[in-house]
């Protein structure tokens, strides 16, 4: 595995905006938990209240006394918050706090809502270790153990059962679906995530493998480009995998260009038409294009469309 190199948020945005995270943790979890679906409800964005407060994700396992041999849904009740930072994200001490108060409120609930804090676990997950808030739980009396390979526990830390997800610690081959949400991936990691996830495009889950790629192979951009210039299989494979997004864009480009063509072809008609009236009829702009039932606005919008397919042609010769 090579090392992370340093990046910046900025290195990260996906179509002018920051890296949509958080859209690929809930299929991601669901791949990661694929055997347990038949227990396993998940609620995206769970509302505390109808302002702003929000789980990211809130896990219901509906048979309490279910057994997840996953390292990470091991110490899963009924209910298990997930807090998810993405990669370039603080996990610190007012994190803690904050999902803390969650578990609290959602604890509270109203009516048959409630239950009980043994009932509740608190997850928090991160790519690498916060180091800051492993100290702060040391020093008040909360034991740090990490029970698996990235999966640490913290012990004595209030009403609810606490663990927290070192991403990028996670064995790679038993948890490639969240380890594979990062913008550092290396080689190996992608072509990984690329033969796993041609493994389950004919599953039901395929939905999901889908949503964690797009977001992956564009935080990942430069990678996965190389992977597909010198590896012929790879990029058969990428082109698979990506078959639903990539039909979306080409029907998007056919859509603009019949449009572009159409607005043209409309655009000549009308002007021409507007212009013969002017001349034979010896009419003004404004009565001319009243008789085309066209306003002087639209009149002068089909000039421009004309003149900008003028300057392209031009541009091309």
Not at 217 to 234: G, I
């Amino acid at each position: 595995m090579s090392k992370e190199k340093s990046t910046t948020a900025d290195d990260h945005n996906l179509k002018n905006k920051r890296t949509q995270w958080h859209m690929a943790v809930t299929p991601a979890m669901k791949l990661e938990f694929k055997e347990y679906s038949q227990i396993l409800d998940y609620i995206p964005e769970y509302l505390l209240n109808v302002k702003a407060l929000q789980i990211d994700l809130l896990v219901i396992k509906k048979d309490g006394d279910a057994l997840i041999e996953n390292e990470i849904g091991r110490i899963f009740q009924h209910h298990n918050i997930i807090e998810y930072k993405s990669p370039h994200d603080k996990e610190g001490v007012n994190t803690y706090f904050k999902v803390y108060a969650y578990a609290s409120l959602y604890k509270i609930g109203e009516g048959s809502t409630a239950c009980d804090s043994e009932e509740i676990t608190i997850t928090m997950m991160r790519r690498g270790k916060p180091y800051k808030l492993f100290q702060w739980f040391e020093q008040h009396g909360c034991r740090v153990s990490e029970e698996y390979k990235g999966v640490y526990y913290i012990e004595n830390a209030g009403f609810f059962r606490t663990q927290v997800i070192v991403a990028r610690e996670l064995d790679k081959k038993n948890h490639i679906w969240l380890k594979a949400l990062t913008d550092n991936m290396d080689r190996e990691q992608a072509q990984n995530l690329i033969n796993k996830s041609k493994e389950l495009m004919d599953q039901p889950e395929a939905g999901y493998v889908e949503a964690v790629l797009q977001i992956v192979s564009k935080a990942n951009k430069e990678l996965f480009e190389t992977l597909k210039k010198e590896e012929k299989d790879m990029y058969s494979a990428l082109v698979e995998l990506m078959q639903p997004e990539i039909d979306e864009a080409v029907n998007a480009a056919v859509k603009r260009t019949w449009d572009e063509a159409t607005n043209e072809t409309t655009a000549r008609m009308t002007v021409e038409a507007i212009e013969n009236a002017i001349k034979k009829l010896s009419m003004s702009k404004e009565e001319a294009c009243a008789f085309m039932d066209t306003t002087v606005a639209e009149y002068d919008a089909y000039r421009q469309i004309i003149e900008n397919a003028a300057a392209r042609t031009n541009k091309k010769e």
